[in-house]
């Protein structure tokens, strides 16, 4: 079955960076977009990027261009995210997600189980 | 970018209620709209796909229907499983966007 695992919680300082990675299994890596979405406590969704893992394009979020660099490793079915600069506001929980495409619409169909990041000095 | 006003933002209801949620976009995404059910300290999971498209293993209480920029996530009937929030987010466009969600609680 398709398995998304994340890194353990991380707490970082401010103006410190976090790489969050997730390993993938159970599907063809190359075969779908990664996205990562946070999510703060008691708060709504936010997209902030994915990588296409066949070619290594990637797109991001206005929010956080400049701030964030999603990467993958096809030899070992892995995606990580890596967040810059960090602030007091970034205390959130990190999802990788599939996004599927079914008849050309797009979804996000398999996430991890989120990695929480806690930004604190 | 492309938002996404999703209402209400919250709702009371009891087991066996039809309960509605709406989703409006700022532009035209014509069928790139989905909803998502998450519970409390999980993942979110995909309900319906392509505005009205039902996900594998999705009971057939939950539907969705569109109509311009206007979408809706119907349930039919309530179930005690189903108190949850919701969240539309379309798939038109780059960067992807999500309502605020709607929670739904017990009456």
């Known amino acids: 079955q398709v398995q998304l695992v994340q890194s353990g919680a991380e707490v970082k300082k401010p103006g410190a960076s976090v790489k969050v990675s997730c390993k993938t299994s159970?599907?063809?890596?190359?075969?779908?977009?990664m996205d990562w979405v946070r999510q703060a406590p008691g708060q709504g969704l936010e997209w902030m990027g994915r990588?296409?893992?066949?070619?290594?394009?990637?797109n991001y979020a206005h929010n956080f261009q400049g701030r964030v660099t999603v990467t993958r490793d096809t030899s070992i079915s892995t995606a990580y995210m890596e967040l810059s600069s960090l602030r007091s506001d970034d205390t959130a929980i990190y999802y990788c997600v599939t996004e599927r495409d079914t008849n050309g619409y797009f979804y996000f169909d398999q996430w991890g189980q989120g990695t929480l990041v806690t930004v604190s000095s | 970018d492309i938002q996404m006003t999703q209402s209400p933002s919250s709702l009371s209801a009891s087991v066996g209620d039809r309960v509605t949620i709406t989703c409006r976009a700022s532009q035209r995404i014509f069928k790139f709209l989905n909803w998502y059910q998450q519970k409390p300290g999980k993942a979110p999971k995909v309900l319906i796909y392509?505005?009205?498209s039902l996900q594998s293993g999705v009971p057939s209480r939950f539907s969705g229907s569109a109509s311009g920029t206007d979408f809706t996530l119907t349930i039919s009937s309530l179930q005690p499983e189903d108190f949850a929030t919701y969240f539309c987010?379309?798939?038109?466009?780059?960067?992807?966007?999500f309502g605020l969600g709607t929670r739904v609680e017990m009456k």
């Open positions: 392509a505005a009205s």
């Open positions: 159970g599907y063809t890596f190359t075969d779908y977009y």
């Open positions: 990588i296409d893992p066949d070619g290594g394009g990637t």
């Open positions: 987010q379309q798939s038109y466009s780059t960067p992807r966007t």
